[in-house]
């Protein structure tokens, strides 16, 4: 059974950092893209980041390019998300989420972790 | 950026009635389109990729249709459990891009 647990949210101040994780299993890891998807309380869905299986194509919304950083780490099933100069509008439940097959919509969603930025 | 536009934003239907949902993207998006279903509290759930393949698990009251810049969600015989917000994606191209949402609600 696919599974993907994100860590790592909480509440930080602007301007903070902060380090999220996504632990996968249930399939060979080091095989599928992941990506990043967040949501604002009550609002849709936005795309973050994406990482290809061995790391070589990364690509990121331009809200935060520049400020977060997506890696992975095939050895240990995880899946990251570097997020630096924090601002109150990155206020989301940040969820990782792995493609059905090659880049055919998101099939397995973890359950999320909040970030909150707030002073 | 292409932009995906959801319509209605909202929907009431009675239970056992047929809804349609639309999404239009603002260029060709060649089929490559996803939708998926969230329920309060919970996470999104892929039901149709490529514009019209059904999702593992998913019922058949589910259908995705279109092509271009044109695609649609169709769900038959209306069920309690399909109380929901439907999002539709584009992964034609990046950044890839969701619809605002429609918050499908029972009559």
């Not at chain 1, 194509?57 to 890696?71: E, L, M, P, Q």
């Not at chain 1, 240990?76 to 090659?102: F, G, P, W």
Request: proline share 3%; with cysteine; net charge neutral.
């Amino acid at each position: 059974e696919v599974q993907l647990v994100e860590s790592g949210g909480g509440l930080v101040q602007p301007g903070r950092s902060l380090k999220l994780s996504c632990l996968a299993s249930g399939f060979t890891f080091s095989n599928y893209g992941m990506n990043w998807i967040r949501q604002a309380p009550g609002k849709g869905l936005e795309w973050v980041a994406s990482i290809s299986s061995s790391s070589s194509y990364i690509y990121y919304a331009d809200t935060v390019k520049g400020r977060f950083t997506i890696s992975r780490d095939n050895a240990k099933n995880t899946l990251y998300l570097q997020m630096t100069s924090l601002r109150s509008e990155d206020t989301a439940l940040y969820y990782c989420a792995r493609h059905k097959a090659y880049n055919w919509g998101f099939a397995y969603w973890g359950q999320g972790t909040l970030v909150t930025v707030s002073s | 950026d292409i932009q995906m536009t959801q319509s209605p934003a909202s929907l009431s239907a009675s239970l056992g009635e047929t809804v349609t949902i639309e999404c239009r993207a603002s260029e060709d998006i060649y089929n490559g389109l996803a939708w998926y279903q969230q329920k309060p509290g919970k996470s999104p759930q892929l039901l149709i990729y490529n514009a019209n393949s059904l999702h593992t698990g998913v019922p058949s009251r589910f259908s995705g249709s279109g092509s271009g810049t044109q695609y649609s969600l169709k769900i038959n015989s209306l069920q309690s459990e399909d109380v929901a917000s439907y999002f539709c994606q584009q992964y034609y191209d990046y950044p890839y891009t969701f619809g605002a949402g429609t918050k499908l609600e029972l009559k």
